[in-house]
Nanobody, 117 residues
Framework: QVQLVESGGGLVQAGGSLRLSCAASGSVFSINVGWYRQAPGKQRDVVARISRGGRLIYADSVKGRFTISRDNANNTVYLQMNSLKPEDTAVYYC????????????WGQGTQVTVSS
């Protein structure tokens, strides 16, 4: 069972950038991975997904600003976040997805991203 651990969050000013990392205990080449986020008082929503075939899907709210990528050699999935906005403030999680795009397995602790205005 591949385990995923998030890191890379922090405090950044609006317009800035951050890169989140999702380190896997095994190969990321053969799994589907999604980045989700949850703001206080709101539900957890998908931000971006990468399939094992390399298909990329983004939420409308982050298209053109966020990029999901995969480093097979380092067993890591990244989320590059540019042009950050205060509304991007949330705890960000990475999780395995099944072939229908639904998360399965356990959720990690997440990594906090705070964007100041």
């Amino acid at each position: 069972q591949v385990q995923l651990v998030e890191s890379g969050g922090g405090l950044v000013q609006a317009g800035g950038s951050l890169r989140l990392s999702c380190a896997a205990s095994g190969s990321v080449f053969s799994i589907n991975v999604g980045w989700y986020r949850q703001a206080p008082g709101k539900q957890r929503d998908v931000v971006a997904r990468i399939s094992r075939g390399g298909r990329l899907i983004y939420a409308d709210s982050v298209k053109g600003r966020f990029t999901i990528s995969r480093d097979n050699a380092n067993n890591t999935v990244y989320l590059q976040m540019n042009s950050l906005k205060p509304e991007d403030t949330a705890v960000y999680y990475c999780v395995r997805l099944n072939d229908y795009g639904a998360p399965f397995g356990s959720w990690g602790q997440g990594t906090q991203v705070t964007v100041s205005s």
